[in-house]
């Protein structure tokens, strides 16, 4: 009897072993020229977030991807096949949180700007494959809808669909605060759960009965670009302690807040998968 018991404990320490996730505190360097079609606020997120990347491949290396896509057309009545192959590089872990703010400095070589982001952090090494979420932005409650560009005064939703029952919650990271998006602000549990294999197509009114009215993105600035992070785990958490928002307002908490909330949160919850999408909004005046 105690020789099946010590059996059974050192299988489950095997396993236990097998999914450890370590974590690291990481430290990455990139550069970046600015295009003409970027903002100086999507020149900044994007060599800030290759940075990041860099800082996590060299923690935990990365692992080269490699797919044969088939595409099949048909040209004057005949069916006709293409082999695509794709290959790509993705990096054996994940950016939990900042653990100090990034450094940025600017190069103007006569011609154009150059930038370079230095970021420190803290990162998760990832053993085995997160949860396949789909995960799209619209412009309109309908799944053919995705975009991440928005002229200012358009109604924004959100289509997700989980293969695992769990919890989710979506936030809204502007130029000044967090917004709290989902749970909606009348839910007082603190938590939006969500069922295994069903689509969603949150923020909308006529459809999710949870919803009071859509959400609008406005923006003064002729160009604005924010993000939505979105957060779902197979297990259970509960969304940041937030500020309570006046009537018609989403609940808010800074930025510093929020990253704390989220690091801690992924520190205690190994599946916790975070999507973080760059949006842009356009005034046209």
């Known amino acids: 009897m105690e020789k099946g018991l010590s059996l059974v404990l050192f299988f489950l320490l095997c396993h236990i072993v097998t999914y450890a996730q370590r974590e690291m505190e990481v430290h990455g360097v990139a550069t970046v020229r600015m295009d003409e079609d970027m903002t100086l606020a999507s020149v900044k997120r994007k060599v800030i977030d290759d940075a990041k990347k860099e800082a996590v491949k060299e923690a935990f290396g990365t692992v080269i991807t490699h797919n044969v896509v088939t595409q099949t057309t ?28 990034a450094k940025l400095s600017v190069n103007y070589d006569g011609t154009s700007l150059t930038f370079t982001a230095e970021v420190w952090g803290k990162a998760r090494e990832i053993v085995k494959a997160e949860a396949d979420l789909v995960v799209e932005v619209l412009n309109r ?65 006529e459809t999710d009965k949870n919803c009071l009215r859509p959400y609008r993105l406005t923006t003064r600035m002729s ?58 909004i356009i005034n046209n005046y």
Not at 78 to 101: C, M
Not at 254 to 276: C, H, I, R, Y
Request: proline share 5%; aromatic share 12%; net charge negative.
């Open 223 to 280: 160009v604005e670009t924010n993000e939505i992070v979105v957060v779902f785990s197979p297990h259970v958490f509960y969304k940041a302690n937030d500020n309570k928002g006046g009537f018609n307002q989403l609940n808010t908490l800074d930025v510093v807040a929020f990253n704390e909330w989220l690091l801690k949160s992924q520190e205690q919850d190994g599946e916790m998968v975070v999507t973080p999408i760059e949006i842009k």
């Open 141 to 205: 409650p309908a799944a053919d809808a995705k975009t991440n560009t928005f002229n200012n005064g358009d109604n924004v939703y959100l289509h997700f669909k989980s293969p695992s029952a769990g919890y989710l919650a979506i936030y809204l990271l502007d130029t000044k605060q967090v917004s709290c998006l989902l749970p909606y602000r009348q839910i007082k549990q603190g938590t939006f759960p969500v069922e295994a294999g069903k689509d969603y197509i949150l923020f909308d009114p």
């Open 74 to 101: 048909v040209e004057d009545g005949v069916e006709k096949s293409n082999f695509v192959e794709r290959a790509g590089e993705k990096a054996k872990g994940r950016w939990l949180a900042d653990t100090q703010p």
